[in-house]
């Protein structure tokens, strides 16, 4: 069975805090590793990793991806109190998956002015 | 915005009344999930379409069934609501560019059974 673990589950910051948010997993068979931001609606997408050592940035955000020891991390900097948010992590198995993702259960962050 | 909307996007109802949420994209792409998303359980798969007519369970499948008629549609339907299917609904859809399987999600519906 395909797993995603968050850490931390929550996390209080002050605005201009940088933040490490965590993301481990098993799957059989990885393909892509995603993070998104919920605010108080849909998730919206932030990233997609693939490949192992690349970062991807977004202006104050990056993630990056390390297959080996089979996690990612999401970080913020200088963080804003827009950033505050719930922020899942997802990852997709290959073979006859037709994309499907399991998330894991999110983690969130508040940041105070 | 990926074109995507969700109806009802509340709905209240009893306890084994039958209950159908629609999901509409408006730009012809080929799979489709429909997630339930309750505290502590993240987003959780219940079935997801990968063409018309083609579906498969997901995760969390149990007390629900899917349709799919025509690329644009999604319904997902509760023969027979419990209370233990009170959540947000949300439905999503992969434009599958290459090989990238990205989602986008719609606005979510707040079912209710009381």
């Known amino acids: 069975e395909d797993k995603v673990v968050q850490s931390p589950l929550s996390l209080v910051v002050h605005e201009g805090d940088t933040v490490t948010l965590n993301c481990s997993y098993e799957v059989t068979n990885f393909r892509s590793l995603l993070w998104y931001k919920q605010e108080k609606k849909a998730p919206t997408f932030l990233f997609m990793l693939?490949?192992?050592?690349i970062e991807k940035k977004s202006g104050r955000l990056s993630s990056i991806l390390d297959k080996k020891e089979l996690f990612s991390i999401l970080n913020i900097t200088a963080t804003q109190t827009g950033d505050s948010a719930v922020y899942l992590c997802a990852v997709r198995a290959g073979g006859t998956s037709y994309g499907k993702l399991t998330f894991g259960q999110g983690t969130i962050l508040t940041v105070h002015p | 915005d990926a074109g995507i909307t969700q109806s009802p996007r509340h709905k209240v109802t009893e306890t084994g009344t039958p209950v159908t949420l629609r999901c509409h994209q408006t730009?012809?792409?080929?799979?489709m999930y429909w997630y339930r998303q309750d505290p502590g359980h993240g987003l959780r798969l219940i079935h997801y379409s990968y063409g018309v007519k083609d579906t498969d369970k997901g995760e969390v499948s149990d007390g629900y069934s899917v349709s799919r008629s025509k690329t644009e549609d999604f319904l997902l339907t509760l023969e027979s609501a419990t209370s233990s299917q009170t959540s947000v609904y949300f439905c999503?859809?992969?434009?599958?560019?290459?090989?990238?399987?990205?989602?986008?999600f719609g606005p979510g519906t707040r079912l209710t059974v009381t």
């Open positions: 693939t490949s192992s050592g």
């Open positions: 999503a859809i992969s434009p599958q560019r290459n090989t990238a399987y990205e989602q986008y």
């Open positions: 730009e012809n792409h080929r799979y």
